[in-house]
Structures are given as C-alpha cells and as structure tokens.
C-alpha cells in the first residue's frame, strides 16, 4: 500500500499531505483514522477537507489498483489510470449520496474512467490508421 501512496502523492501535489504525514506511533491514531465512517469522510472531503480526502486515497487505493489492473496489463497503464480515478473522484465526491457504500461508488468511479480510456486509446488508433 505505501507504494501506491507515494506514487500518487508524486503524481498530484494535492495528495502531498500524505508523503509528510509521520509516521503512526500507536495504535490508537491508526483506530481514530479507521473509526471514522466513509460518509464522514466524503462529506467532509466535499467541503475541501484535504486530509479526509487523503485518507480516503489511503484506505482505497488498493481496491482502485486492482480494479484498474483488471483492465490493464502494464502497470504504468495502472498508475494512470488510478490516478485519474482519484481526481475524478476528488472533483465529484460531491456526488456522493451515501446510500451505498464509498468503496463501491470509488469501485464504479475506477471502471467507469478505465473504459472511457480504453475508448480514447481505441479511437487513437482509429485515426492513425486513417491517417496512414
């Protein structure tokens, strides 16, 4: 998981809260984090809350990594793609009603943004083919 971490904090400079977090010395800081419930989070990550949000990327970028992985075999292709899940998800978190759980609406959020790539990469080729 701390891969993913650094990866994306690279990636996004929104996420560098992350990277300059310390390190977790008990327990007790690590059940407060879990404790928190998702709409919480995602309600206060809709408010421009920074640390919910990376919270958020902390809990879920596992599951936003494998999903992207099932799409994708180069894992460069992967990271991209869980990126701009994460972006898509921090511009629309908004949207989240909480009726179902973040884990599924990040999970749809994830196969829905790998698609559209897999369309823009197919219509790529398209039109270098028609060009040639």
Same mark, same amino acid.
């Given at each position: ?14 996420? %560098? &809260? #992350? *990277? +300059?977090?310390? $390190?977790?010395?008990? @327990? ?10 998702? %709409? &919480? #989070? *995602? +309600?206060?990550? $809709?408010?421009?809350? @920074? ?82």
């Amino acid at each position: 998981m701390a891969i993913y971490t650094i990866r994306i904090t690279q990636l996004l400079p929104f996420w %560098g &809260v #992350l *990277a +300059s977090m310390p $390190a977790i010395e008990s @327990e007790s800081v690590v059940n407060r984090a879990e404790s928190i419930a998702d %709409g &919480v #989070l *995602a +309600s206060h990550a $809709a408010n421009g809350d @920074e640390d919910a949000f990376s919270e958020i990327v902390r809990r879920y970028s596992p599951r936003v990594f494998r999903v992207c992985g099932r799409f994708f075999k180069r894992y460069s292709h992967v990271e991209e793609a869980a990126q701009e899940t994460f972006l898509r998800a921090f511009t629309q978190i908004g949207r989240f009603e909480a009726r179902g759980s973040l884990e599924g609406w990040l999970t749809r959020v994830a196969s829905t943004t790998c698609i559209n790539i897999l369309r823009t990469q197919k219509r790529q080729r398209e039109l270098s083919i028609d060009r040639k």
